[in-house]
C-alpha cells in the first residue's frame, strides 16, 4: 500500500494500468489531489473546497526543495519561477506551463492558483500585481458559461505572458483564442449564456437598470428565462460587484464601463425584435418589438431607422447604382442575431486590448525581460450536439498533445540515438496524422471549409461531401450516414461526431454590409471604436481612432479578402506554438474524476479514459527510465563553474582555443577541454545514474534540484561573508563618526579654555595696574557695551541656543516607532559636509517633494475637503516619524491619512497592536483609490475609509475606529494645509474688525516657523508687518478663500451629483416605458 501511495508515480516498482489508477485513486481518498509524474503534475478536481491554499501553506512553497513537502500547484509556480531566473539546471530562460484536460477538470481554477503564487513569488510592492490577479475574474464574467460538463466553462482559451524584470513582474498580455460568439444567441438543453448577462440583470439597482434600460429578465429571448433560484441570484449580485471592482482595479474608466454595459443591454434587446412582413411584402418590426427596437437603437446610439434598415435589407453599389435588396423573414433574424454576436465578439476584444494596455505601464520594448507564460485554454469536448465552436476546440487540444507528445517523446528518443545512449524506444500514440487530416493544404478539413465559404452559393452539405469524397477510407475519419450534414472524427481522446449545419457562416463570420457604417457613427463613442477598429491575423482586435480610419480599410473589412474564422484561428494557433517551443515547457495535466460533478467520488472508467488518450502511462515510463535535462557541455560547465575546484580548466570554447594554438586540434580539443571541466564539476558531486554522450549530458529530473542544493549551500556562504562584510563597513563608519565628534568637541572645549585663560590674564593684568597706580579707591565703572542686547523669543527655550554637542547615540528599538540611525544628528551646527553625490540626492528629494505638493494643490485639494474644510484626519505632507509620533499615545486603531513626499499619492499611518504601520494609498489612472496590496479599488479617500472600518486591512485585518484629529483646533498644523483651507480662522472675523494685538504670536504660527525654519539659519520671530498691510494682505486672503470657497462648494456639489449616463438616456428611458405599457396590455388581453 505506500508503493501505491507514493508521491511520484515514476518511482512505482510495477508500472502497469492498475497500478497506475490504485495509486492515484488511493491519494484521491485521502484528498491527495496532487501527484507527481517525475517534473509532470497530476490534478485531481475534487469538486469541494480543501484548505491546500492558505497563506502558510503559500510561504512554504516558496524556494523549497521538492522532495521535502508534497506535490502541489505551487511547486510548478515556484519551479517556472526559479527557472525563470536561471536559479535551477537551466540559466535564466522563458517558461511556460502547460495546462490540459477534458471541460470541468479544475484547468480555469489552477491558472488562478500559479497566478496568485507567482505573484506572491515576486511581490514587489506595486499595484501591478494585484491588477494582474483581477484579470481572471473579469475575463471569466465575459468568457466563461455554464455547460453541461462545467458550470464555469471557458468559452475562449488564453495565454497569459508574464514579463519580468530583476525578478519582478513588469508588464503582462493576454492572448485570447476563439470566443464562442454563437452562445450569445443560443444555448442548448442545460446551459446558459455568458456570466455577464445574468451578473447584470442580478447586481444592477433599479435605479441603474432604467438607465441602462434592462428589465425583468424572463423578458429577454437570448437568455431563455433560464435565471435561476433566488439562492443563484445572490450569487450573480456578488459576481458583478467582483467584476467593477475588478474593472476599477485594472484601470477602466467610469464613463467606458457605462458605455460598455449599455451595449451589453441593447444586444439583449435587440433579440427581442421580432419581424413580420406588410402587404408589399417588406418587413418590419411587429408591434409587441417596436419598444425593444426603440430601447437597441437608444443603447447602441443610432437612429432607429437607420437600425432596422439594415435588418430587413442590404443595400450595395454596383457601377455607381444603388441596389436594394429586401431580405427574407428568415435573413432578417439571421441578421440581427449576427450583430448581436459581432457586437458582443468585439467588446470582449476591446476589453482584452484595454486589459493589455492598462496592464503594460511605460514598457521599454529595448529592455530585455525573462517571460512566464500560462495557457489555459478549453479543454476536450464531446457533447450530444458538436458544431463548429466544438471543431476549433478540439483541434487545439490535438495542438496540445502534439507539443506534449514532441517534448516528451519525440525530442528525447532522438537526442538518445544521436548521441549514442543506450535506450530501448517507447512506443506511443502519435497524432500527427490527425493534426494533417485538420491542417493540410490544399486538402485538409480548414482549407476545404475556407474554399467552400468563398462560394455564397454553397451550403454545409456540400462542404460535408467534400469531406467525405477527399477522406473517404482515411483512419482517423468516418463518414455518417444521415439526412443532416454530419461526420466523425477520430482524435487521441475518442471520436467525434459533428453537425456541420451553420459551418460555413460561422466560418464566413459576416456581418450586414450597412452595420458597420451605421455603428461608426454611433453616439455611443465605445460603439464606435469597436466597430472603428481593424482585426489581425490572428482575429486580435485593433482599436483605433475614428479619424485615422482610411476608405482602404473600410472596404477592405467587407471585402472577400477578409480572413475567415478558421483561417485566424490557425494562425493563432502557430503563433502560440511558436512561443511555447521556444520556452521551457511545465506540465499539468488535469483529470475529472467523475462526469457529474460529485465531491468524493472516483469513476474509474471515466478516469482511465483520460489517463490512457493522455499518455500518462507511457509518461511515466519514459519519466522513470529517460532523461529530461539534457544539457550540453558547455551549457553545463558555465551554470556550474563556481563548483568548479581547478579554475586553469577551459570552461568554453574561446578559453580552449587560446590554450590550444594548433588549427588542426581545436575542435578536439575544445570538446576535450570543456568535459574536463564538466567531469570535475560531477566529482565534487554525488550524482548517479548519469550519462555522458558525445556533445552532452543527460540527467534525471531530480539531478536539477541535487545541483541546486550544493549552489545554495555556496550562496549561503557567500552571504555570510557578506553580512559579515557590510558588518565590518558599518562599523568603521560609525567609528570614524564619533571620532569626527570627539575631534570637533575637543576643538571647542580647547577654543574655551584659551578664551578662559585670555580672560583671567586680562584681570589679573588689570589688578596689577591698579596696584602699581595706588590711586585711592572708586566705584568701579562698567566697561561699555559694544552692541544693543537683542530680545530672546519666548517660544524658543534658552536652552537651545547653546546645544550640547554630543557624540550619535544609536536610537533604543521600540516597537511603537522605527529606528533612525540617530537621535541628535544634524542639530544646529553639527551637520557633517555632504559630498556631490549626497547633494544631488538631497535636490532631487527636495524636488520630488515639490512636485508632489503641486499635484496635491492642482488636482487632489478639492477632492479632500470637505465642507469648506479639510478633514480632521488629513494632515498634509508630514513626515513619517511626525506621523507616529502623533499616535505614541493614541488608542488602537487610530489612524491618520498624509502626503506622500516623495510620490503622487497618500499614506495610511495606523495605530497597530504593537507597533505603527503605515500602507501606501496609489491613485490610479482612472482617479480610484487602492491601499497597495488590497483587492478593492475606492472612488475617494473618504470611501476607503468607511469600507475599512467594517473590513480589515491586509494582512493583519486590523480595523481603523477613530481619526487621529489635528493638534490644534483653530488652524492646521501644517505648512501644506494652512494655505488651502477654505475658511482660516484668522480671517473668519468681520472685516472691520482690527487684526488682535497677540496674533503676531500666535502658538500655532510661531509652531508653524520653528517647523519649518532652514537648518542653516536661527530661528527668529514673525517677521513684523505694518498694521495697515497685514489688515490689506487679510482682506485680500479673505476675499480669495471666499471665491475658493464657493467654487469648491459648486465642484464638489457638481462631483456628488454627477453620474454617467448613456449617450441617449431620454430615449432610452421612453423605449422603456413603451415595452411597460405593451407588455401590460398584451397580459390584460385574455382577461377581456
Given at each position: 500500500?505506500?508503493?501505491?501511495?507514493q508521491e511520484d508515480?515514476?518511482?512505482?516498482?510495477?508500472?502497469?494500468?492498475?497500478?497506475?489508477?490504485?495509486?492515484?485513486?488511493?491519494?484521491?481518498?485521502?484528498?491527495?489531489?496532487?501527484?507527481?509524474?517525475g517534473?509532470?503534475?497530476?490534478?485531481?478536481?475534487?469538486f469541494?473546497y480543501?484548505?491546500?491554499?492558505e497563506?502558510?501553506?503559500?510561504e512554504?512553497?516558496k524556494?523549497?526543495?521538492?522532495?521535502?513537502?508534497?506535490p502541489?500547484?505551487?511547486?510548478?509556480?515556484?519551479?517556472?519561477?526559479?527557472?525563470?531566473?536561471?536559479?535551477?539546471?537551466?540559466?535564466?530562460?522563458?517558461?511556460?506551463?502547460?495546462?490540459?484536460?477534458e471541460?470541468?477538470?479544475?484547468?480555469?481554477?489552477?491558472?488562478?492558483?500559479?497566478?496568485?503564487?507567482?505573484?506572491?513569488?515576486?511581490?514587489?510592492?506595486?499595484q501591478?500585481?494585484?491588477?494582474?490577479?483581477?484579470?481572471?475574474?473579469?475575463?471569466?464574467?465575459?468568457?466563461?458559461?455554464?455547460?453541461?460538463?462545467?458550470?464555469n466553462?471557458?468559452?475562449?482559451?488564453?495565454?497569459i505572458?508574464?514579463?519580468?524584470?530583476?525578478?519582478?513582474?513588469?508588464?503582462a498580455?493576454?492572448?485570447e483564442?476563439l470566443?464562442?460568439?454563437?452562445r450569445?444567441?443560443?444555448?442548448?438543453?442545460?446551459?446558459?449564456n455568458?456570466?455577464?448577462?445574468y451578473?447584470m440583470?442580478?447586481?444592477?439597482s433599479?435605479?441603474?437598470?432604467?438607465?441602462?434600460?434592462?428589465?425583468?429578465?424572463d423578458?429577454?429571448?437570448?437568455?431563455n428565462?433560464?435565471?435561476?433560484s433566488?439562492?443563484?441570484?445572490?450569487?450573480?449580485?456578488?459576481?458583478?460587484?467582483?467584476?467593477?471592482?475588478?474593472?476599477?482595479m485594472?484601470?477602466?474608466?467610469?464613463?467606458?464601463?457605462?458605455?460598455m454595459k449599455?451595449?451589453?443591454?441593447?444586444?439583449?434587446?435587440?433579440?427581442?425584435?421580432?419581424?413580420?412582413?406588410?402587404?408589399?411584402?417588406?418587413l418590419?418590426?411587429?408591434?409587441?418589438s417596436?419598444?425593444?427596437?426603440?430601447?437597441a437603437?437608444g443603447?447602441f446610439?443610432?437612429?432607429?431607422?437607420?437600425?432596422?434598415?439594415?435588418?430587413?435589407?442590404?443595400?450595395?453599389?454596383?457601377?455607381?447604382e444603388?441596389?436594394?435588396?429586401?431580405?427574407?423573414?428568415?435573413?432578417?433574424?439571421?441578421?440581427?442575431d449576427?450583430?448581436?454576436?459581432?457586437a458582443?465578439?468585439?467588446?470582449f476584444?476591446?476589453?482584452?486590448?484595454?486589459i493589455?494596455?492598462?496592464?503594460?505601464?511605460?514598457?521599454?520594448l529595448?529592455?530585455?525581460?525573462?517571460?512566464?507564460?500560462?495557457?489555459?485554454?478549453?479543454?476536450?469536448e464531446n457533447?450530444?450536439?458538436?458544431?463548429?465552436?466544438?471543431?476549433?476546440?478540439?483541434?487545439?487540444?490535438?495542438?496540445?498533445?502534439?507539443f506534449f507528445?514532441?517534448?516528451i517523446?519525440?525530442?528525447e528518443?532522438?537526442e538518445?540515438?544521436?548521441?549514442?545512449?543506450?535506450?530501448?524506444?517507447?512506443?506511443?500514440?502519435?497524432?500527427?496524422?490527425i493534426?494533417d487530416?485538420?491542417?493540410?493544404?490544399?486538402f485538409?478539413i480548414?482549407?476545404?471549409?475556407?474554399?467552400?465559404?468563398?462560394?455564397?452559393?454553397?451550403?454545409?452539405t456540400?462542404?460535408?461531401?467534400?469531406?467525405?469524397?477527399?477522406?473517404?477510407?482515411?483512419?482517423?475519419?468516418e463518414?455518417?450516414?444521415?439526412?443532416?450534414?454530419m461526420f466523425?472524427?477520430?482524435?487521441?481522446?475518442?471520436?467525434?461526431?459533428?453537425?456541420?449545419?451553420?459551418?460555413?457562416e460561422k466560418?464566413?463570420?459576416?456581418?450586414?454590409?450597412?452595420?458597420?457604417?451605421?455603428?461608426?457613427?454611433?453616439v455611443?463613442?465605445?460603439?464606435?471604436?469597436?466597430f472603428?477598429a481593424?482585426?489581425?491575423?490572428?482575429?486580435?482586435?485593433?482599436?483605433?481612432?475614428?479619424?485615422?480610419?482610411s476608405?482602404?480599410?473600410?472596404?477592405?473589412?467587407?471585402?472577400?479578402?477578409?480572413?475567415s474564422?478558421?483561417?485566424?484561428?490557425?494562425?493563432?494557433?502557430?503563433v502560440?506554438?511558436?512561443?511555447?517551443?521556444?520556452?521551457?515547457?511545465?506540465?499539468?495535466?488535469c483529470?475529472?474524476?467523475?462526469?457529474s460533478?460529485?465531491?468524493d467520488?472516483?469513476?474509474?472508467?471515466?478516469?482511465?479514459?483520460?489517463?490512457r488518450?493522455n499518455?500518462?502511462l507511457?509518461?511515466?515510463?519514459?519519466?522513470r527510465?529517460?532523461?529530461s535535462?539534457r544539457?550540453?557541455?558547455?551549457e553545463?560547465?558555465?551554470?556550474?563553474?563556481?563548483?568548479?575546484?581547478?579554475?586553469?580548466i577551459?570552461?568554453?570554447?574561446?578559453?580552449?582555443?587560446?590554450?590550444n594554438?594548433?588549427?588542426?586540434?581545436?575542435?578536439?580539443?575544445d570538446?576535450?577541454?570543456?568535459?574536463?571541466?564538466?567531469?570535475?564539476?560531477?566529482?565534487?558531486?554525488?550524482?548517479?545514474?548519469?550519462?555522458?554522450?558525445?556533445?552532452?549530458?543527460?540527467?534525471?529530473?531530480w539531478?536539477?534540484?541535487?545541483?541546486?542544493?550544493c549552489?545554495?549551500r555556496?550562496?549561503?556562504?557567500?552571504?555570510?561573508?557578506?553580512?559579515?562584510?557590510?558588518?565590518?563597513?558599518?562599523?568603521?563608519?560609525?567609528?570614524?563618526?564619533?571620532?569626527?565628534?570627539?575631534?570637533?568637541?575637543?576643538?571647542?572645549?580647547?577654543?574655551?579654555?584659551?578664551?578662559?585663560e585670555k580672560?583671567?590674564q586680562?584681570?589679573i593684568?588689570?589688578?596689577?595696574?591698579?596696584?602699581?597706580?595706588?590711586?585711592?579707591?572708586t566705584?568701579p565703572?562698567p566697561?561699555?557695551?559694544?552692541r544693543?542686547?537683542?530680545?530672546?523669543p519666548?517660544?524658543?527655550?534658552?536652552?537651545?541656543?547653546?546645544?550640547r554637542?554630543?557624540?550619535?547615540?544609536?536610537?533604543?528599538?521600540?516597537?511603537?516607532?522605527e529606528?533612525?540611525?540617530?537621535?541628535?544628528?544634524?542639530?544646529?551646527?553639527?551637520v557633517?559636509?555632504?559630498?556631490?553625490?549626497?547633494?544631488?540626492?538631497?535636490?532631487?528629494?527636495?524636488?520630488?517633494?515639490?512636485?508632489?505638493?503641486?499635484?496635491?494643490?492642482?488636482t487632489?485639494?478639492r477632492?479632500?475637503?470637505?465642507?469648506g474644510?479639510?478633514?480632521n484626519?488629513?494632515?498634509?505632507?508630514?513626515?513619517?516619524?511626525?506621523?507616529?509620533?502623533?499616535?505614541?499615545?493614541?488608542?488602537?486603531?487610530?489612524?491618520l491619512?498624509?502626503?506622500?513626499?516623495?510620490?503622487?499619492?497618500y499614506t495610511?499611518?495606523?495605530?497597530?497592536?504593537?507597533?505603527?504601520r503605515?500602507?501606501?494609498?496609489e491613485?490610479?489612472?482612472?482617479?480610484?483609490?487602492?491601499?497597495?496590496?488590497?483587492?478593492?479599488?475606492?472612488?475617494?479617500?473618504?470611501?476607503?475609509?468607511?469600507?475599512?472600518?467594517?473590513?480589515?486591512?491586509?494582512?493583519?485585518?486590523?480595523?481603523?475606529t477613530?481619526?487621529?484629529?489635528?493638534?490644534?483646533?483653530?488652524?492646521p498644523d501644517?505648512?501644506?494645509?494652512?494655505?488651502?483651507?477654505?475658511?482660516?480662522?484668522?480671517?473668519?472675523?468681520?472685516?472691520d474688525?482690527?487684526?488682535?494685538?497677540?496674533?503676531?504670536?500666535d502658538?500655532?504660527?510661531?509652531?508653524?516657523?520653528?517647523?519649518?525654519?532652514?537648518l542653516?539659519?536661527?530661528q527668529?520671530?514673525?517677521?513684523?508687518?505694518?498694521?495697515?498691510?497685514?489688515?490689506?494682505?487679510?482682506?485680500?486672503?479673505?476675499?480669495e478663500?471666499k471665491e475658493s470657497?464657493?467654487?469648491?462648494?459648486?465642484?464638489?456639489?457638481?462631483s456628488s451629483n454627477r453620474?454617467?449616463?448613456?449617450r441617449l438616456?431620454p430615449?432610452?428611458?421612453l423605449?422603456m416605458?413603451e415595452?411597460?405599457q405593451?407588455?401590460?396590455?398584451?397580459?390584460?388581453?385574455?382577461?377581456?
Amino acid at each position: 500500500m505506500a508503493v501505491r501511495t507514493q508521491e511520484d508515480l515514476a518511482t512505482l516498482s510495477e508500472l502497469d494500468e492498475k497500478s497506475l489508477l490504485e495509486s492515484l485513486s488511493n491519494r484521491f481518498q485521502q484528498n491527495h489531489i496532487y501527484t507527481y509524474i517525475g517534473d509532470i503534475l497530476v490534478a485531481i478536481n475534487p469538486f469541494k473546497y480543501l484548505p491546500l491554499y492558505e497563506k502558510t501553506v503559500s510561504e512554504k512553497y516558496k524556494c523549497h526543495e521538492k522532495g521535502d513537502l508534497p506535490p502541489h500547484i505551487f511547486a510548478v509556480a515556484d519551479r517556472a519561477y526559479q527557472s525563470m531566473l536561471g536559479r535551477l539546471a537551466t540559466g535564466p530562460r522563458n517558461q511556460c506551463i502547460v495546462i490540459s484536460g477534458e471541460s470541468g477538470a479544475g484547468k480555469t481554477e489552477s491558472t488562478k492558483l500559479l497566478l496568485r503564487q507567482i505573484m506572491e513569488l515576486c511581490k514587489a510592492n506595486s499595484q501591478l500585481e494585484q491588477q494582474i490577479l483581477q484579470v481572471n475574474p473579469l475575463l471569466e464574467a465575459f468568457g466563461n458559461a455554464q455547460t453541461v460538463m462545467n458550470d464555469n466553462s471557458s468559452r475562449f482559451g488564453k495565454y497569459i505572458q508574464l514579463r519580468f524584470q530583476n525578478s519582478s513582474v513588469k508588464s503582462a498580455k493576454i492572448n485570447e483564442y476563439l470566443l464562442e460568439k454563437s452562445r450569445v444567441v443560443h444555448q442548448d438543453e442545460g446551459e446558459r449564456n455568458f456570466h455577464i448577462f445574468y451578473c447584470m440583470l442580478a447586481g444592477i439597482s433599479a435605479e441603474d437598470k432604467e438607465m441602462y434600460g434592462l428589465l425583468d429578465p424572463d423578458l429577454y429571448r437570448y437568455i431563455n428565462g433560464k435565471y435561476g433560484s433566488p439562492e443563484m441570484v445572490n450569487k450573480w449580485s456578488t459576481k458583478y460587484n467582483e467584476v467593477c471592482n475588478a474593472m476599477d482595479m485594472v484601470g477602466f474608466e467610469e464613463q467606458e464601463q457605462v458605455d460598455m454595459k449599455t451595449i451589453l443591454a441593447g444586444i439583449l434587446s435587440l433579440g427581442n425584435i421580432k419581424f413580420e412582413p406588410q402587404e408589399t411584402g417588406i418587413l418590419k418590426a411587429t408591434e409587441q418589438s417596436n419598444g425593444w427596437l426603440k430601447a437597441a437603437a437608444g443603447q447602441f446610439g443610432v437612429q432607429e431607422e437607420e437600425l432596422v434598415k439594415c435588418l430587413i435589407c442590404t443595400t450595395s453599389v454596383t457601377r455607381g447604382e444603388s441596389i436594394k435588396r429586401n431580405h427574407s423573414q428568415q435573413q432578417a433574424e439571421d441578421a440581427r442575431d449576427s450583430i448581436a454576436k459581432v457586437a458582443y465578439g468585439r467588446v470582449f476584444g476591446w476589453i482584452v486590448s484595454k486589459i493589455n494596455e492598462l496592464l503594460a505601464p511605460n514598457v521599454d520594448l529595448n529592455e530585455e525581460h525573462q517571460e512566464i507564460g500560462i495557457l489555459d485554454i478549453f479543454g476536450f469536448e464531446n457533447f450530444a450536439v458538436n458544431r463548429y465552436e466544438q471543431l476549433c476546440i478540439n483541434l487545439a487540444n490535438e495542438q496540445l498533445q502534439y507539443f506534449f507528445n514532441h517534448h516528451i517523446f519525440l525530442m528525447e528518443q532522438k537526442e538518445y540515438k544521436e548521441e549514442g545512449i543506450k535506450w530501448e524506444t517507447i512506443t506511443f500514440k502519435d497524432n500527427k496524422p490527425i493534426l494533417d487530416l485538420f491542417l493540410a493544404k490544399p486538402f485538409g478539413i480548414f482549407s476545404l471549409l475556407d474554399e467552400q465559404s468563398a462560394f455564397p452559393k454553397a451550403t454545409d452539405t456540400n462542404f460535408v461531401d467534400k469531406l467525405n469524397s477527399n477522406f473517404k477510407g482515411k483512419p482517423h475519419f468516418e463518414i455518417v450516414r444521415s439526412h443532416n450534414p454530419m461526420f466523425t472524427v477520430v482524435h487521441y481522446a475518442g471520436k467525434v461526431q459533428y453537425n456541420a449545419s451553420g459551418f460555413l457562416e460561422k466560418n464566413r463570420d459576416t456581418i450586414p454590409a450597412n452595420i458597420r457604417g451605421l455603428f461608426i457613427n454611433s453616439v455611443t463613442p465605445l460603439l464606435s471604436v469597436l466597430f472603428a477598429a481593424t482585426i489581425s491575423r490572428t482575429g486580435t482586435l485593433i482599436p483605433q481612432l475614428r479619424a485615422k480610419l482610411s476608405q482602404a480599410v473600410e472596404d477592405n473589412f467587407n471585402s472577400t479578402r477578409k480572413q475567415s474564422v478558421g483561417a485566424q484561428f490557425k494562425h493563432s494557433l502557430t503563433v502560440l506554438m511558436e512561443k511555447m517551443f521556444a520556452a521551457n515547457p511545465h506540465f499539468i495535466r488535469c483529470i475529472k474524476p467523475n462526469a457529474s460533478k460529485q465531491p468524493d467520488l472516483l469513476d474509474s472508467k471515466v478516469v482511465m479514459d483520460q489517463l490512457r488518450y493522455n499518455g500518462l502511462l507511457e509518461t511515466i515510463r519514459i519519466r522513470r527510465d529517460g532523461f529530461s535535462w539534457r544539457p550540453s557541455f558547455e551549457e553545463f560547465a558555465q551554470r556550474y563553474r563556481i563548483l568548479l575546484i581547478k579554475p586553469d580548466i577551459p570552461l568554453n570554447k574561446e578559453r580552449a582555443q587560446k590554450v590550444n594554438s594548433t588549427p588542426d586540434t581545436v575542435l578536439e580539443t575544445d570538446l576535450q577541454g570543456i568535459m574536463q571541466s564538466c567531469l570535475c564539476i560531477l566529482n565534487n558531486t554525488d550524482l548517479k545514474d548519469w550519462k555522458c554522450g558525445s556533445t552532452r549530458f543527460f540527467f534525471k529530473y531530480w539531478h536539477q534540484e541535487q545541483l541546486a542544493k550544493c549552489i545554495d549551500r555556496l550562496g549561503k556562504a557567500a552571504t555570510v561573508i557578506q553580512k559579515m562584510y557590510r558588518g565590518f563597513c558599518c562599523k568603521k563608519k560609525y567609528v570614524a563618526l564619533v571620532a569626527e565628534m570627539r575631534l570637533r568637541r575637543e576643538q571647542e572645549m580647547r577654543q574655551l579654555k584659551q578664551e578662559e585663560e585670555k580672560r583671567r590674564q586680562l584681570e589679573i593684568e588689570q589688578l596689577e595696574m591698579e596696584q602699581e597706580n595706588q590711586s585711592p579707591p572708586t566705584a568701579p565703572v562698567p566697561f561699555p557695551r559694544k552692541r544693543k542686547p537683542q530680545p530672546r523669543p519666548r517660544s524658543i527655550p534658552a536652552e537651545t541656543l547653546q546645544p550640547r554637542l554630543l557624540p550619535p547615540v544609536p536610537r533604543p528599538r521600540s516597537k511603537l516607532l522605527e529606528a533612525t540611525p540617530f537621535d541628535n544628528d544634524l542639530e544646529n551646527g553639527t551637520v557633517l559636509h555632504m559630498n556631490a553625490q549626497e547633494e544631488a540626492e538631497a535636490k532631487q528629494r527636495w524636488n520630488k517633494r515639490c512636485n508632489t505638493i503641486r499635484w496635491f494643490k492642482e488636482t487632489q485639494a478639492r477632492k479632500v475637503v470637505r465642507n469648506g474644510a479639510f478633514p480632521n484626519w488629513f494632515h498634509g505632507m508630514i513626515t513619517r516619524r511626525q506621523a507616529e509620533d502623533l499616535m505614541t499615545d493614541k488608542s488602537l486603531g487610530c489612524f491618520l491619512i498624509r502626503v506622500s513626499e516623495s510620490r503622487e499619492g497618500y499614506t495610511l499611518t495606523f495605530r497597530g497592536k504593537d507597533r505603527c504601520r503605515h500602507y501606501m494609498i496609489e491613485m490610479q489612472t482612472n482617479g480610484k483609490y487602492v491601499i497597495l496590496g488590497e483587492a478593492r479599488a475606492h472612488p475617494s479617500l473618504l470611501d476607503l475609509i468607511e469600507y475599512h472600518k467594517k473590513v480589515g486591512i491586509l494582512p493583519f485585518l486590523e480595523l481603523l475606529t477613530v481619526p487621529c484629529g489635528q493638534r490644534s483646533n483653530v488652524e492646521p498644523d501644517y505648512e501644506e494645509l494652512k494655505n488651502l483651507m477654505l475658511i482660516p480662522s484668522s480671517l473668519a472675523a468681520e472685516e472691520d474688525s482690527e487684526p488682535s494685538e497677540h496674533s503676531s504670536s500666535d502658538p500655532v504660527h510661531l509652531e508653524l516657523l520653528k517647523l519649518f525654519a532652514p537648518l542653516d539659519q536661527n530661528q527668529t520671530m514673525e517677521r513684523q508687518v505694518p498694521p495697515v498691510l497685514k489688515r490689506i494682505s487679510e482682506k485680500k486672503l479673505k476675499t480669495e478663500a471666499k471665491e475658493s470657497q464657493r467654487n469648491c462648494s459648486e465642484d464638489h456639489e457638481e462631483s456628488s451629483n454627477r453620474r454617467h449616463f448613456p449617450r441617449l438616456y431620454p430615449s432610452i428611458r421612453l423605449a422603456m416605458r413603451e415595452i411597460q405599457q405593451v407588455q401590460q396590455h398584451f397580459s390584460e388581453c385574455p382577461k377581456d
